[in-house]
């Protein structure tokens, strides 16, 4: 399926499987920021932190994946 500019738009099946994951993405930070709170180890604790952000950076890039394809704006 292509929209007026030539570009290849995403299915509502596609939408709902981009949903899910963004709430995977979601738990996986909770979890990571929840870890590094709670562990002794330095080096584990950078490692979660690590984690955590870009678990962060992929939730940012689903929305905006998510609100471009269905024309929403900021």
Excluded at 54 to 61: F, G, H, P
């Amino acid at each position: 399926m292509y929209n007026n500019q030539g570009n290849q738009t995403i299915t509502g099946k596609e939408l709902s499987y981009l949903a899910d994951t963004l709430k995977n993405e979601e738990l996986l930070a909770k979890l990571c920021v929840q870890g590094a709170a709670n562990c002794q180890s330095q080096s584990l604790k950078q490692t979660l932190s690590q984690l955590s952000q870009e678990r962060l950076q992929n939730i940012s890039t689903l929305i905006n994946t998510m609100q471009q394809q269905s024309g929403m704006t900021h």
